[in-house]
């Protein structure tokens, strides 16, 4: 397990960031991102899982310095740290030092891979642009070769590189996009919702190529979806969002047994375990809050089926969770000692757990090949 | 909530014994789209199935493998070119008073609740114009009566205030209300959803679900529940059914061809799906095998791929399982009780024949 937000030992952390708010200004601004800090390990995959509208997106683009007006962050600090370099303060870069940094250090794939691509170029002259772009001094033969290398590392045929994005699939497409984000060797990608619009056979192939890369290259991810049982299976660490604030950090591969806070809980429970007993299935009432509104106390507390007296009016702040490994944090006051930590009620775990591990082993591990 | 099916009823269409049973049934169902170059594309290759009163089934399968064709089709939203569809036992009407009348009975949910509601019109207007084609005659004092009930039917409160908004005015979960309700108007027999949550946030997929299985119950509706989540169809299914590039190649009680798949196809889209029972070194082991059963597969000569564009099985060049018999056109083999599968690797000649 690596990853981590404990304010242990300063551990090779690739990126910190600290009480990021993001706003979009209108006459009533909307606050899409409130107050988030995370910090990532090196070569570790962060998650970040949250519905529609939880601000997971605006807070990526703002981690990768790409918002653009009416977007504007309105306090935080994000600090990045190179292999063997000094950190050095994302938002106080400009001009060709920010150009440096996006697709240098930092790259981003986006969900829509149809429309990540410019249908009217060739396959390789899109690689072109980018060396152009950030590698000046390459001539053109070693850019095909790159570009031929890069197709090949994540399963393309390398003659593709004279086709067209229209010439090949979503899950090609989706597997061009992610060759181009790793084209300069980021030390960091930022792959929001990439494998969405794909089923899901393709969608665990492309997922076992980044993983098989990641081993390979050795690249930190940030993974952004709204698919909670996927990220549980692909991070080292998850941050659940809701209404613009992280509500849990937690480590992935224990929190899908035992979730702190309320809505984590209710989130798994939405995802209907394919395999297990048949129960009664319930997704979550009710509708997140009006981010331009101020949110008083927990902004989850319409919604959650344990709210309690100091809910309404106190605002939660992101606590300790009691008897869980260091760093695993959730912003709910059921954990917090002034009121009492009494805990999260067992009768909300997702599954009622045989023990604290969730559940015994034993199950037949599923297994089949992907596409051929 | 979980819809558990009594006696597991055998579901292969070419069976037509006890047809009072099924509200809908699909005979041989077949859609061909014309392409470019007058080259006809199959996109239903003989599909049966029958949905009885009361019951949920699932057509489960990848986009492109058919499955909104065959809804849109049954709906009479495209020609199909071959096959029948009964309602009641009768033919369906084609046209005219005839199809007039099936739609009524037959209405469709579809996948973006964006897009199936006119932004021009309030949502009483939505659900007043289906009622007023089914009674002329209605007031409108009765009308508003009849949209408040509906609303409230699917738990869109207060009805008066939801009754005056617009589409843009409400949340992606309201608006699938809406077009439940839409639906539900015509006091139609069966419903056919497509895709009807997968466009909405995840923590409202469930109350969704559960309020179109809860509708089934209380209006003993025959519901066609079209997905590409098998954990879904599973809980809100007594029967799947699994498509593959226009045919159905596994079908049977929802718990049996879950946790029991018999076909190839219904192993990898199982696989595929995250589960959270499995521990770290679990998945690990999981992804290395995929990832050796591809890399054994990818070496396969391209005349190998050739040969198979015959009539033989077409999911054989993905299939782990693929044998030489495979380029011969797989038969529908019972693997249970009411449980079918079109793969040659149940047929105990095939397994002579490859390896005797």
Sequence with gaps: MTGGTGDTAPADVILRAAHVSVEYSARRPTRAVRDVSLELRRGAVLGVAGESGCGKSTLAYALARLLRPPARMTGGSVEFTPAGGQPVDVLALE?????RFRW??????????????????SIGRQFSDIFAAHRPGMDSAARGRRARELLEMVGIDPERIHGFPHELSGGMRQRVVIAMALALEPELVIMDEPTTALDVVVQREILDEVERLREELGFSVIFITHDLSLLLEVSDWLAVMYAGQIVEYAPAGEVGAAPAHPYTAALLASFPDMRGERRELRGIPGTPPDLREDLAGCPYQPRCRFAFEPCGGVTPVPVPVAGRAGGWLAACHLHDPRFGARGLPASARPRPAAGSAGRPAGEEVPVAGGEG | MSERSGAPEASGGQSVSEPEASVLEVRDLVVDFRQRGGVSLRAVDHVSFRIKQGQTVALVGESGSGKS????????????SGGTVLLGGRPAGRRGRGLRAYRKRVQLIFQDPFASLNPMHTVRHHLARPIMMLHPGHSRARLDEDVTALLRSVNLTPPDEIARKYPHE???GQRQRVAIARALASGPDVLLADEPVSMLDVSIRLEILSLLDRLKRERNLALLYVTHDLATARHFSAEIMVMYRGEIVERGPADDVILNSAH?????LAAAAPDPSLSREQLAAARKARQR???ARAGRSAEYREAALGDG?????RCPDAMDVCVRRPPDVAVGAGHRALCWLHDPKAAVMTRG
Excluded: D, H, I, W
């Design chain 1, 95 to 99: 001009g060709e030092e920010l150009r």
């Design chain 1, 104 to 121: 240098n250090k930092v790259s981003m794939v986006f969900q829509s891979a149809m429309n990540a691509l410019n249908p009217v170029t």
């Design chain 2, 69 to 80: 064709t065959v809804v849109r089709a049954v709906g009479q939203l495209v020609r199909a």
């Design chain 2, 170 to 172: 409400l949340s992606g």
């Design chain 2, 264 to 268: 190839p196809y219904t192993r990898l």
């Design chain 2, 293 to 295: 059963a591809r890399a």
């Design chain 2, 313 to 317: 099985c077409r999911f054989r060049l």
